[in-house]
């Protein structure tokens, strides 16, 4: 059966649902999500309108996710590192590759990386306050 690219709300809540059975499962990364996520019918919902909103242009999530993970690596005591986008990004291309294909399935990917670098210098910076600021 020929993959599809995605193309609705059905489609991400699929994505997001089988992304997160496998980071939840992870060794290395789980512990974040399970440790911190109380409300999961919540959180899923939000990220759902999250990518809804990136990749399809429905105006439904507002927030600033850069500064939650930064709240986040605080919580967890500064834990969270490089190596630790690593993992989830390539588990969030292995679920797009498994289940789509095509431009916004790539978008995904492409939108992924760059957050994920900017979420990365977020957190750097408030471990490490530039001296002037
Ligand atoms: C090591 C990598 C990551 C870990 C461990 C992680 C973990 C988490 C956790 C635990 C939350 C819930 C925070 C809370 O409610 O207090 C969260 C929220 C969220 N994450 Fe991540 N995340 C990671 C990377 C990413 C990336 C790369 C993206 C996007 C491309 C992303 C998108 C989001 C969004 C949109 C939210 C909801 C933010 C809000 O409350 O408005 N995460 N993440």
Redesign the pocket.
Same mark, same amino acid.
């Given at each position: 059966m020929g993959k599809t690219d995605i193309g609705n709300r059905k489609d991400v809540s699929l994505l997001v649902h089988r992304f997160y059975e496998k980071v939840r499962k992870d060794p290395e @990364?789980g512990d %974040?999500?399970n440790s911190? @996520?109380m409300d999961w019918p919540g =959180?899923m919902e939000?990220?759902i309108d %999250?990518w809804e909103t990136n990749l399809l242009f429905v105006q439904k999530y507002k927030?600033n996710?850069i500064k939650? =993970?930064a709240e986040?690596d605080k919580k967890v005591g500064h834990k @969270?590192e490089n190596y =630790? %986008?690593g993992i989830?990004l390539r588990h969030w291309m292995e679920t797009l590759d498994a289940h789509f294909e095509g431009p916004n399935a790539e978008k995904a990917k492409q939108?992924?990386r760059n @957050?994920?670098v900017r979420?990365f210098m977020a957190i750097f910076e408030e471990r490490r306050p530039l001296a002037n600021n």
């Amino acid at each position: 059966m020929g993959k599809t690219d995605i193309g609705n709300r059905k489609d991400v809540s699929l994505l997001v649902h089988r992304f997160y059975e496998k980071v939840r499962k992870d060794p290395e @990364i789980g512990d %974040f999500f399970n440790s911190t @996520i109380m409300d999961w019918p919540g =959180h899923m919902e939000k990220l759902i309108d %999250f990518w809804e909103t990136n990749l399809l242009f429905v105006q439904k999530y507002k927030g600033n996710p850069i500064k939650v =993970h930064a709240e986040l690596d605080k919580k967890v005591g500064h834990k @969270i590192e490089n190596y =630790h %986008f690593g993992i989830w990004l390539r588990h969030w291309m292995e679920t797009l590759d498994a289940h789509f294909e095509g431009p916004n399935a790539e978008k995904a990917k492409q939108r992924a990386r760059n @957050i994920s670098v900017r979420m990365f210098m977020a957190i750097f910076e408030e471990r490490r306050p530039l001296a002037n600021n």
